[in-house]
């Protein structure tokens, strides 16, 4: 079964910048694959961050996170990332990986199915 872990969270102050890493274990027996990034603040639902097509080219991204923040992957190493720049308060949330096995590639968080424990990231003013 897929196992997700996310590392690289920490505390920032506004305007820096965090690489969030996912390690994955195990496979998807599917023929496509989605990879993304969501968060979950205090108090607000869970949004989507950005989403990656495995072995494909296509990502998508929240607006409020696009031209800041870049998702990537390095097949070889099992790894997702998620390059966050010019952090904002308001960014400051628990991050959490996720996979999803089959259908399109979005960032509705409830047609994932794989998660990880999640990552803290706080972003002070």
């Known amino acids: 079964q897929v196992q997700l872990v996310e590392s690289g969270g920490g505390s920032v102050q506004a305007g820096g910048s965090l690489r969030l890493s996912c390690a994955a274990s195990g496979y998807i027996d599917s023929s496509s694959h989605c990879m993304g990034w969501f968060r979950q603040a205090p108090g607000k639902e869970r949004e989507g961050v950005a989403a990656i097509v495995t072995g494909g080219t296509k990502t998508i991204y929240d607006d409020s996170v696009k031209g800041r923040f870049t998702i990537s992957q390095d097949n070889a190493k099992n790894t997702l990332y998620l390059q966050m720049n010019s952090l904002k308060p308001e960014d400051t949330a628990m991050y959490y990986c996720?996979?999803?096995?089959?259908?399109?590639?979005?960032?509705?968080?409830?047609?994932?199915?794989?998660w990880g424990q999640g990552t803290q990231v706080t972003v002070s003013s």
């Open positions: 996720a996979a999803r096995a089959g259908g399109s590639c979005s960032l509705w968080w409830v047609m994932f199915g794989y």
